[in-house]
C-alpha cells in the first residue's frame, strides 16, 4: 500500500466530493453544504456524469456546482468501458486539483473509480455511506462488488448504522476509522421538505396512493416484467392510484411500458425532480421499490416499505419494522401490497415504528471528525479553533 500523503499547507483544506449519480448528489450535497458553511474548507465537486441527464437535473436544484464534469456516459455503455473512463478521468482531475482528501458515497462504480484513483495518488479517502453489505457478492450488481472494493482504501469510514459499523469491523477495520453518523439522506430528505418548493405527482383525491421505483441491474428483464404484472393486479382495484417515476434505462422502460403503458390507475412519468419526488413521497400511503435510498427515506416520513429484491444491505430497515423485504415473484408482491393496504393494523405498526436510519445530522458528524483529523495540519489551525459543529 503506498503512504499517504501529507497535506500541503494552505489556508483551508481542500476536499474534493466525487459522484456521476442523482443519489450521490442527493447525499453528497449535506457535506458540501456544511463544508460550504465552514471557514476550514474549500469543497469542490468533480463530477462524472454516470447518470447524465438525472444528474444534471440534481445539481442544478441542489445548487451544487462542479468543479469538473468528466461526462463518461456512452449510449449502452458496459462497465468496463465505464471503469476504464472513470480511473483515467478521475486519476487526471486528483492530480490536477491535489486534494487533502477524497470524498466518495455509497457503492456505484463513481465511488469505487474515485477511491482507487484517490489511493493510486495517495489521496486519503472519505466514505460515505460506509459498511453496507448483503452478503452476495453479486446482488446487488455490481453495486456489492463495489462498496467491498472501496473499503481497504479509505481512511474515514462514516457508517450510518451499528449495523454498517459492526460489518466493518468484521472485515477487520479499525474501530478508530469508523464513525456511526446516521445517514446523510435524511440530511437532505428534511432539508428539501422545509422548503416546500415540491410538487406532488399524485393528481387522484380520496384513493391510497403508492409510489413505485424500479431500476435495479439484477430485476431488469423478465423479473421486473414480472413485477409490473403485479403492480398492473394491485391497480386493479377501485381504492388505487400508482405513481412510478420512469428511470432512463431503455431496459427498465422496456419492461414496464408494454404492461403498464395504457393503465387508467397507473401514472408513469418521467424521473422527477427531487424535490417534487420528496414531496410525492411525502403524499403516498404505500411505497414498493427496489431502491437503495428509497429504503431509508420512507421510514422518515412513516411510510412502509416493500423492497422488491431478494437481499438488501439495509437490513436494519426490516429488523425496525419499517420496510418488508416481498422479493420479486409477482403474485408475492400483490399479496404483500394488498395485505398491507387492507389490513389496517399491519400498516399501523409499520407507519409508526422508528427510523433506524439517523437524525438528520449526518453530515455535520462528517465534516467535524474531518476538521479535527486533518485541520492541524493542513491549515494550522487548532482543535480549539474548529467550527464545524
Aim: a negative charge; hydrophobic letters at 45%; one cysteine or more.
Amino acid at each position: 500500500m503506498p503512504s499517504i500523503h501529507l497535506p500541503r499547507r494552505r489556508n483551508r483544506i481542500r476536499a474534493a466530493l466525487v459522484l456521476g449519480t442523482r443519489p450521490e448528489a442527493i447525499k453528497l450535497a449535506p457535506v458540501l453544504r456544511a463544508m460550504s458553511d465552514s471557514p476550514l474548507f474549500e469543497p469542490m465537486v468533480v463530477s462524472t456524469g454516470q447518470h447524465r441527464e438525472m444528474l444534471d437535473q440534481m445539481l442544478s436544484r441542489l445548487h451544487m456546482d462542479s468543479s469538473r464534469d468528466l461526462a463518461v456516459m456512452r449510449d449502452r455503455q458496459q462497465l468496463s468501458g465505464l471503469t476504464a473512463r472513470l480511473i483515467s478521468g478521475l486519476g487526471e482531475a486528483v492530480r490536477a486539483d491535489e486534494p487533502d482528501v477524497v470524498i466518495v458515497q455509497g457503492d456505484t462504480t463513481t465511488a469505487m473509480t474515485g477511491a482507487l484513483a484517490a489511493f493510486y495518488e495517495g489521496v486519503p479517502v472519505a466514505h460515505v455511506e460506509a459498511g453496507l453489505r448483503t452478503g452476495v457478492i453479486g446482488n446487488p450488481f455490481p453495486e456489492e462488488l463495489n462498496r467491498r472494493l472501496v473499503a481497504p482504501m479509505v481512511r474515514w469510514h462514516f457508517a450510518p448504522t451499528e449495523g454498517s459499523a459492526a460489518n466493518l469491523l468484521a472485515e477487520g477495520v479499525d474501530p478508530g476509522q469508523i464513525d456511526v453518523t446516521g445517514n446523510t439522506v435524511i440530511d437532505n430528505l428534511l432539508w428539501v421538505l422545509e422548503r416546500g418548493e415540491g410538487r406532488s405527482a399524485f393528481t387522484a383525491s380520496g384513493l391510497r396512493r403508492v409510489l413505485v421505483t424500479l431500476h435495479r441491474r439484477e430485476n431488469q428483464g423478465e423479473t421486473m416484467h414480472g413485477i409490473a404484472t403485479a403492480l398492473a393486479d394491485l391497480a386493479g382495484r377501485p381504492d388505487v392510484e400508482i405513481v412510478l417515476p420512469l428511470h432512463k434505462s431503455p431496459a427498465v422502460r422496456d419492461a414496464l411500458l408494454p404492461v403498464l403503458g395504457d393503465h387508467p390507475r397507473i401514472r408513469l412519468v418521467e424521473p422527477l425532480d427531487y424535490f417534487d419526488f420528496a414531496a410525492t413521497l411525502a403524499a403516498c400511503d404505500l411505497v414498493l421499490t427496489d431502491s437503495g435510498g428509497v429504503q431509508e427515506e420512507a421510514p422518515t416520513l412513516g411510510k412502509p416499505v416493500l423492497v422488491l429484491r431478494t437481499t438488501t444491505e439495509r437490513p436494519e430497515a426490516v429488523q425496525a419494522g419499517v420496510a418488508l423485504l416481498v422479493g420479486t415473484e409477482p403474485g408475492e408482491v400483490a399479496a404483500a401490497a394488498h395485505r398491507l393496504l387492507d389490513d389496517r393494523a399491519a400498516y399501523g405498526r409499520m407507519a409508526a415504528a422508528v427510523n433506524p436510519f439517523g437524525d438528520g445530522r449526518a453530515a455535520e458528524r462528517i465534516v467535524h471528525r474531518l476538521a479535527l483529523d486533518l485541520a492541524g495540519r493542513t491549515t494550522g489551525h487548532g482543535e480549539g479553533d474548529l467550527a464545524v459543529a
